[in-house]
């Protein structure tokens, strides 16, 4: 059963300590998203990858946040260093060329 | 203290009943449109697609109808179960930008039973 993996589930930590979240793309899926959930803004777009170059990262902060993938199985988005205000559910999403994106369950971050 | 966020836009139908959720999407260049499904706690979840080309497609109690001249979506889930409660959201992807899609705020669906 093929799904998209974030881990961790569940983050809470204290202001200004740098925080990484980890995504497991489908495998052969050339097109990686992350995007932020919270109540005021709904779903954002911070970045997303095509056969792993960054192609748009416009909707993310760049001076503390930064997405890369490494290799074709692992995505990364860190913030350094953190905020209360970046507390959100944070989704990574993939999907296959011009094909829908199928979503991760989600990294829930608290920035305390 | 109050809380503040989206005001998500909320539909409540009787078990059984068909649902209608609707969407307006803004780009006239926007040629591929996705609905997803949100639970509680868990990521948006793939329902339907559809490609500009088509103005209807039907699939398993569910159907969405594009009509691009008013650039409106819809979704409609026929006998609605319990189960259907959660978040729908559409998403579009406007043409020659690759999977970039863009979502809109949601439907909040309740099924009473």
């Known amino acids: 059963d093929a799904r998209v993996t974030q881990t961790p589930r569940h983050k809470v930590t204290e202001m200004g300590q740098e925080v990484t979240m980890r995504c497991q793309p489908i495998?052969?899926?050339?097109?990686v998203f992350w995007y932020r959930q919270t109540m005021m803004q709904g779903l954002e777009l911070l970045a997303y990858?095509?056969?792993?170059?960054?192609?748009?990262d416009s909707g993310m902060p760049k001076d503390r946040f930064s997405a890369e993938m490494p290799d074709a199985t692992l995505a990364t988005l860190k913030i350094q260093p953190s905020e209360p205000r970046d507390s959100a559910v944070y989704f990574c999403?993939?999907?296959?060329?011009?094909?829908?994106?199928?979503f991760g369950q989600g990294t829930r971050l608290t920035v305390v | 203290g109050e809380s503040v966020g989206l005001h998500l836009p909320t539909l409540s139908v009787q078990e059984g009943d068909n649902s209608i959720i609707n969407c307006a999407y803004s780009?006239?260049?926007?040629?591929?449109f996705i609905w997803y499904k949100q639970e509680s706690g868990k990521g948006p979840q793939f329902i339907i697609d559809?490609?500009?080309?088509?103005d209807k497609r039907q699939g398993q109690r569910v159907t969405v109808l594009l009509n691009k001249t008013v650039k409106h979506l819809s979704l409609q889930i026929a006998a609605t179960q319990p189960g259907d409660s959660a978040v729908y959201f559409c998403?579009?992807?406007?043409?020659?930008?690759?999977?970039?899609?863009?979502f809109g705020t949601g439907t909040s669906l309740t099924v009473i039973p």
């Open positions: 999403a993939s999907a296959p060329d011009r094909g829908s994106a199928f």
């Open positions: 495998l052969g899926h050339n097109t």
């Open positions: 990858f095509r056969n792993r170059a960054p192609l748009d």
């Open positions: 780009n006239s260049a926007s040629d591929y």
């Open positions: 559809i490609r500009s080309n088509m």
């Open positions: 998403a579009e992807n406007k043409k020659n930008t690759g999977n970039q899609f863009y």
